[in-house]
């Protein structure tokens, strides 16, 4: 397995990852970016792959912990290596297994926030990639968006809240699998490629037994108009 050492913020975290499995994208940048945390807040990162979710809110959070739990061997190795390299060792814990039995790691409502990226496609729908990592990344072969709230509902003590990103296409999936576990969308963001690009990403904030009013937040551009540059909103998520 070969791997590559890249870094964000200016070199001031590293983040170890295979060069030809599945590599983190902007998607998880923007994850960690629009999640809003709070000082002290247990965080639990569902299917945490490389850990790099986990890692940038320990970097822009010192008051935070971080939970992750990965089923896949390979990238629960690198998030250790990651966790390890960036002296994260005493603020985050690695979970190696299915999230969706949540309950061997967790006691619950013991937690404040759940984050994830989980798979956008269902399965029989797409190209099924033959990398194993990328398949299980993209395809809900192991996980839906349905056992994510599952799981949130069970650690997530009241009012605990669950931040992610979605594809737009997919957002009455993710509205539904709230509703029925118990929450309530609070805030969702429209993520763009440009200004004249349909919207492809939505970022939801739901809370966990809240009430019915949800705030549409302004939209976000991840590029400049006519060109590959970065929005300044964009380019702040990468600054150090």
Sequence with gaps: MEITRDTLFGGRLVVYQRRRGYRFSVDSVILA???RVKDGDVVLD???????VGLILLYRHPGVKVIGVEI???????????IRENGYHGRMILHRGDFRDIDKFLDPESVDLVVSNPPYR???TG???????????????FATIDDVFSVAARVLK????????????????????AWKRGFRPKRLTVIYSDSES?????????????????????PFCIYERDSKNYTPEMQKFYEP
Aim: proline residues 6%; negative net charge.
């Design 46 to 52: 569902l299917g945490c792959g490389c850990g790099v």
């Design 33 to 35: 970016g629009l999640t």
């Design 198 to 218: 349909p919207g492809m990403l939505v970022h939801a904030e739901c809370v966990k037994g809240a009430g019915q009013e949800v705030r549409i937040a302004p």
């Design 122 to 124: 269902r399965v029989n």
């Design 158 to 177: 009241p009012k605990g809240r669950v931040s992610l990103i979605y594809p737009a296409f997919r957002l009455d999936d993710l509205i539904v699998s």
């Design 72 to 82: 896949q061997e390979s990238l629960y190795e690198l998030a250790d290596m990651n």
């Design 127 to 141: 190209r099924l990639n033959p990398d194993e990592e990328k398949a299980v990344a993209r395809h809900e072969l």
